[in-house]
């Protein structure tokens, strides 16, 4: 089975309306974290948001939310007043285990379009 | 406090050749991942490296391919006998020690000709 599924094929908002990409993960560890990461057409991945596995509360980031539902085990990302800016692809990602010694495993990503 | 440095940005190599990408990691990181991002898809771990320490070479293809973390200087990945497939983006990430983030490089894009 896939750790992490994004099965979103692409997506598009208008400028300043609210955007959810999904995510659904799969481990059976109890401690893991999930990420999101934006790849812009110039190739970089940036960091957008984390959530632990024992965080209570959803993760923030200013415009950027995660909806962590455990029992269901989905994470998806919540873009708020979408800005032209956030045309990109999106990648969930999830590190099982703790510390910095354990990898990150990607989705395939979802491609976001922001509509003028 | 710089990100993490991959050079060169673009690499271009005919097959047969060597590729060899560089990774500086944060200040104050020991800790190194390369990923592999063929196009269209998601980021695919390689290898993960402390200091002079392979720790997970999990996701390294068994042949051509090697890293290293040297005491001294950029964590550097090796490709020797480059083959069309090995055409690819690189990613080279860095964490602190018990931290959470793992940080990116922008990543080096070899196009094996």
């Known amino acids: 089975a896939q750790k992490i599924t994004q099965t979103q094929p692409g997506m598009f908002v208008q400028e300043k309306e609210a955007v959810t990409l999904d995510c659904t993960y799969d481990?059976?560890?109890?401690?893991?974290?999930l990420f999101w990461y934006k790849q812009p057409s110039s190739g970089e991945m940036i960091f957008l948001i984390y959530q632990g596995s024992y965080d209570e509360q959803n993760a923030t980031e200013g415009r950027y939310s995660l909806n962590f539902q455990k029992a269901r085990k989905s994470a998806n990302l919540v873009i708020s007043a979408s800005q032209l800016g956030d045309s990109a692809m999106y990648f969930c990602?999830?590190?099982?285990?703790?510390?910095?010694?354990?990898?990150?495993?990607f989705g395939k990503g979802i491609t976001l379009s922001v509509r003028p | 406090n710089a990100g993490v440095m991959q050079n060169p940005r673009h690499l271009v190599r005919r097959r047969g050749q060597e590729a060899r990408l560089r990774c500086s990691p944060m200040?104050?990181?020991?800790?190194v991942y390369w990923y592999r991002q063929l196009p269209e898809e998601g980021l695919k771990f390689m290898v993960y490296l402390q200091k002079e320490n392979i720790i997970d070479e999990s996701g390294m293809p068994k042949e051509r391919f090697s890293a290293e973390f040297p005491k001294e200087g950029p964590s550097i990945l090796r490709i020797q006998q480059v083959v069309r497939g090995d055409s690819a983006a690189y990613f080279c990430a860095s964490s602190p020690l018990l931290d959470t983030e793992a940080f990116f490089g922008q990543g080096t894009r070899l196009t094996v000709v």
């Open positions: 481990t059976s560890d109890q401690s893991y974290g």
């Open positions: 200040k104050g990181h020991s800790h």
């Open positions: 990602a999830m590190r099982e285990g703790t510390g910095a010694n354990s990898k990150l495993t």
